[in-house]
């Protein structure tokens, strides 16, 4: 899950992340900011971070291949635990803690993989104490932790969340089901 070739650069106000997460390069954003206690983290994805962007320079190369540039292509739910835990990761690198998490945008292609959207965050970032971190699998109970009582654990997530269904032609790759934006607030 984690970024090997993430790297931070630091300004008189805020830090950066940047990993090798092509469109960063192309458009010019960073992965995460930090400014003082908050963390923010752009849409992430389950893209293949060694995908190559095709352009009008190497629109014929064959290096940009038939192959996915998205992992998990046609599982909502695989897409979306990678997509989390990116998330996490980068929030970590910035100083910050998968608990500090406060806030959560999963964006959806298709309505029908809202429940397992749902189940990842709610295993890698919900208040449902549960820990899904990829080995569930799709039928599987998504490692959530049934009944009991949760008050005062330090390990729970509990940040706000939204989920919105963009449509099939709402992600710049066509095998990108989901998209998670993350901020943190880290005390």
Known sequence: MSHPEARITTTKNKSLLSTPNPFEQKFGYHRAIRRGPFIVVSGTTALRLT?????????????TGDESKV???????????????????????????????VRVRMFVARGEDCEGVGRAFRGVLGGGGGRDTGSGGEGGDGGEVRG?????????????????????DGFVDADMLVEVEVDAYVV
């Open 148 to 168: 009991g009582h949760s008050e005062g654990r330090e390990d729970l997530v509990g940040a706000a969340a939204t989920m919105i269904v963009v449509g099939n």
């Open 71 to 101: 992992e998990h292509p046609g599982d909502a739910y695989s897409q979306a635990l990678l997509a989390m835990n990116r998330c996490v990761d980068a929030v970590t690198k910035l100083g910050g803690r998968r608990e500090d998490v």
């Open 51 to 63: 995908t190559p962007i095709t352009t009008p320079d190497n629109a014929n190369d064959e290096s």
